[in-house]
């Protein structure tokens, strides 16, 4: 048996709610509305629910910072090659935890430790380390990745959009527009 864990069994029980409900056997895998969302992992942004979303109706693709990484660029092809999406959201959002932290900072702490860090008085702190614990150390492969952190969250997402629209395998059919979302006020902006 895997170990007991308070988030697993609570989810398993959730689960069985949500398996007696569940009349969306008959949904198509290809998205009702032809809709791509790239947007943050933030957990305050529910997209279903800020886009007038159904399931079925859009693919959702999320990371740290809603960044057109080469990953993201990669769900977003196979969205359009494979499963007909034809209108790209590129939807960040205000008060993003990518823009309270550098990519140098999170390569220092990381190559310290890896255990989660706090913020305090506007620095990041690494924790004390528990010497009883047998940690996994941190390391400087984390100085050598892009996190994706950014500054202006308007630049940023025009510059994401360039990435995206001047990539080879990215059809010009394609609309790509970008907004933001406001986590105090749950509106949408749009930018481009
Ligand atoms: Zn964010």
């Known amino acids: 048996m895997p170990e007991e864990n308070k988030n697993l069994s609570e989810m398993m029980q959730l689960n069985e709610h949500y398996k007696a409900i569940f009349d969306k056997a008959g949904l198509s895998a290809q998205p009702g509305k032809r809709i791509a969302i790239l947007t943050c992992m933030d957990c305050r942004l529910n997209p279903y629910e800020f886009a007038g979303l ?3 109706e859009a693919h959702i693709i999320r990371n740290a910072g809603g960044r057109a990484t080469d990953d993201a660029i990669r769900s977003l092809v196979v969205s359009h ?3 007909g999406t034809k209108d790209w959201f590129i939807i960040g959002h205000t008060e993003c935890g990518m823009s309270k932290i550098t990519d140098e900072v999170l390569g220092q702490l990381l190559e310290q430790d890896l255990e989660t860090a706090s913020l305090e008085k506007g620095l990041w702190i690494n924790p004390k380390r528990d010497s009883t614990k047998n940690c996994k150390p941190g390391s400087v492969l984390a100085k050598t990745i892009n996190w994706g952190t950014f500054t202006d969250l308007h630049q940023t ?6 990435k995206i629209r001047q990539h080879p395998l990215v059809s ?3 609309n790509i527009h970008g907004l933001i979302f406001d986590v105090h006020t749950g509106g949408l902006k749009i930018i481009k």
């Open 54 to 56: 159904k399931d079925g």
């Open 81 to 83: 090659k494979v499963l």
């Open 157 to 162: 997402i025009l510059d994401d959009i360039d």
């Open 172 to 174: 010009s059919h394609v």
